[in-house]
C-alpha cells in the first residue's frame, strides 16, 4: 500500500476520533443532561454513546496500525536518538494516556452499558456521574495535545 494511502487513513482516523469526542462532549452530553427523565430519552443517550464508542475504538485501532507502520519506515531506531525521536516519545506517551482515559471511560465506568432490570423496572433512568464529562473533557484535551505534538513532529 502506498504510503500516502497509509498517511491519509492516519488523519481519518484522527479526524473521527476527535470529531465523535467533540460531538459526545459538546453536543450529545448536554442535550441529554438538560433533557427529561425519560427512558426513550435515556435509551438514545445509550445508543449514540455505544456507536461512538465503536467508531472511536476502531479509530484507535487504525490510529495504532497506521502510527506502527509510519514509525517503521521512518528508520525507526536511527531516528530515536533525535529530537525527532523525543518529540515522537512525547506523542506516543500523550497517545497512552488518551488510550488508558478511553479504557477507564468506556469499559470501567461505561456510562452507555446495558441497563440491568432492577433499574429498567424503577421509573427514574440510571443517571451518568458527574465526573463522566470531566472525563470526556481530558480525554479531548489530551487527543488534542497528542494532534498538537504530531504537527510539531510534521514540521521536523
Known amino acids: 500500500m502506498p504510503d500516502y494511502l497509509i498517511t491519509w487513513l492516519h488523519l481519518m482516523a484522527v479526524v473521527t476520533l476527535i470529531g465523535g469526542l467533540i460531538c459526545s462532549r459538546f453536543v450529545l452530553t448536554p442535550i441529554f443532561k438538560h433533557s427529561p427523565p425519560d427512558p426513550a430519552v435515556q435509551r438514545v443517550r445509550r ?28 528508520s525507526g ?45 424503577s421509573p427514574s433512568p440510571r443517571p451518568v456521574p458527574a465526573y463522566v464529562g470531566r472525563l470526556q473533557t481530558a480525554v479531548l484535551l489530551t487527543t488534542l495535545a497528542v494532534l498538537l505534538v504530531a504537527s510539531y513532529l510534521a514540521q521536523l
Open 47 to 74: 445508543l449514540s454513546g455505544r456507536r461512538l464508542r465503536t467508531l472511536a475504538w476502531v479509530s484507535l485501532i487504525v490510529l495504532i496500525l497506521t502510527g506502527a507502520y509510519q514509525v517503521l519506515q521512518e
Open 77 to 121: 531506531s536511527a531516528r530515536i536518538e533525535t529530537v525527532w525521536g523525543v518529540v515522537l516519545m512525547v506523542k506516543l506517551f500523550l497517545f497512552a494516556i488518551a488510550f488508558g482515559l478511553l479504557l477507564i471511560h468506556d469499559f470501567i465506568i461505561d456510562p452507555y452499558g446495558p441497563v440491568s432490570e432492577a433499574s429498567q423496572s
